[in-house]
């Protein structure tokens, strides 16, 4: 949901921030990686002016398989012994 599409088929009809309350009294979260915070805002902006434009898009149709590339990439270098300037806070077969 996060980076993909936020439309009334993917909400249940409400507005983004009564969606984001109900998934969050579903399933709370005490702490976010700093690293996916812009992400998320660009990805809810490029959505919103889709949506104004009546164009839905999807960023992670885009975004995903660079995503993916960059995960393999990174988890193969660990993988290699390579000292990463940060660490992956998962393996890539727990990324899905």
């Known amino acids: 949901f996060g980076l993909d599409q936020d439309g009334r088929n993917v909400t ?4 983004f921030q009564q969606f984001l309350d109900k998934m969050y009294k579903q399933d709370p979260w005490s702490k976010t ?3 996916i915070i812009i992400p998320c805002r660009v990805s809810v902006m490029l959505r919103g002016i ?3 434009l009546n164009h839905p898009v999807s960023v992670l149709k885009v975004w995903g398989p ?10 193969g270098k660990k993988k290699a012994g390579y000292q990463l300037s940060h660490d ?4 890539l ?3 899905g």
């Not at 960059?70 to 988890?75: A, G, I, S």
């Not at 992956?88 to 393996?91: D, E, H, R």
């Open 66 to 75: 660079i995503a993916e590339k960059v995960l393999r990439e990174l988890d």
């Open 50 to 52: 889709g949506l104004t």
């Open 33 to 35: 990686s700093d690293a």
């Open 12 to 15: 249940d009809g409400l507005n």
């Open 88 to 91: 992956l806070p998962f393996t």
């Open 93 to 95: 077969g727990e990324a």
